[in-house]
């Protein structure tokens, strides 16, 4: 078991694993991280616990230690700078005529790295775009690639429910969801309605996938020839919230039934 700390940067809602390195932290506590790129402030949406080892990817960053008030004006500070830097970023990508729709741009607490996040459908080369961008700022240039659901997930938006995105609301992670999901839960295939504002298939395809599966498990597939108490027939349709189908007997036409522990036709 390993004490650890799990914190979340800015509004990407991603999460980091961190060892606790015998820090005392409350949640949205704001602390001081390691990361590959530098020091980072980041707030604590989990704090102090025990985690299994086969749990976590390890070697662990550390959290070094409670955000001080400059470190978080240091960090409001570094944010302006950034976007200064990223509208400078955009006019220079456009005057080397590259394919990138640029999402946010983010300095570390020392601001000796830029970390640029730009979208594109296609492999960009942006040797040069870095090299000028670099020389301007002086500061060590990272580009990252994301998708369209990374996009969503930073800037956030209202879903087609009406409520704020879950990417960006409480997801810190992307399952996987395929249209087989849609499928099992009898949803109509048009992609506006089991496509998010992402253009991707609805994260929230998930979350009932498996209790539409168990539910299912007890009823016929349409289709199928069936036995029922009145004779065999085929099944036309069910209603898997209700747990009932529909079977067209040939004598007497369209009939319901209810799948409990037996079959029972609905009068």
Do not use: H, W
């Not at 500070?77 to 005057?95: G, H, I, Q, V, Y």
């Not at 060590?140 to 938006?157: C, M």
């Not at 349409?222 to 108490?229: A, F, N, R, S, Y």
């Amino acid at each position: 078991m390993i004490e650890v700390i799990v914190v979340s940067i800015d509004s990407s809602k991603t999460t980091y694993y961190l060892s606790a390195n015998g820090l005392k932290v409350d949640v949205d506590d704001k602390v001081i991280i390691e990361t590959d790129y530098g020091n980072f402030i980041a707030r604590v949406i989990k704090a102090n616990y025990m985690e299994k080892q086969e749990n976590l990817i390890l070697p662990l960053k550390n959290v070094i230690r409670v955000a001080t008030d400059d470190d978080i004006r240091i960090s409001y500070e570094n944010d302006e700078d950034s976007l200064k830097a990223l509208e400078l970023t955009k006019k220079t990508s456009l005057s080397l005529e590259l394919d990138m729709n640029f999402i946010d741009a983010k300095y570390n607490l020392d601001k000796s790295v830029l970390i640029i996040t730009y979208l594109s459908d296609n492999r960009v080369d942006f040797r040069e775009l870095a090299k000028k961008v670099a020389k301007k700022f002086r500061a060590r240039i990272e580009f990252r690639q994301v998708g369209v659901r990374d996009k969503s997930k930073r800037i956030g938006g209202l879903g087609p429910c009406g409520l704020f995105l879950c990417c960006n609301s409480f997801l810190s992670d992307f399952n996987s969801v395929s249209i087989n999901m849609a499928k099992n839960q009898s949803l109509a295939l048009s992609p506006n309605k089991i496509n998010g504002v992402c253009g991707r298939l609805l994260c929230c395809l998930g979350y009932e996938n498996d209790v539409y599966t168990e539910l299912k498990s007890d009823l016929p597939k349409v289709g199928m020839v069936t036995d029922t108490p009145l004779g065999m027939g085929k099944v036309c349709s069910i209603d898997v919230i209700k747990g009932t189908y529909k079977v067209d007997l040939k004598e007497k036409g369209l009939v319901e039934f209810k799948k409990e522990n037996k079959d029972e036709s609905i009068k």
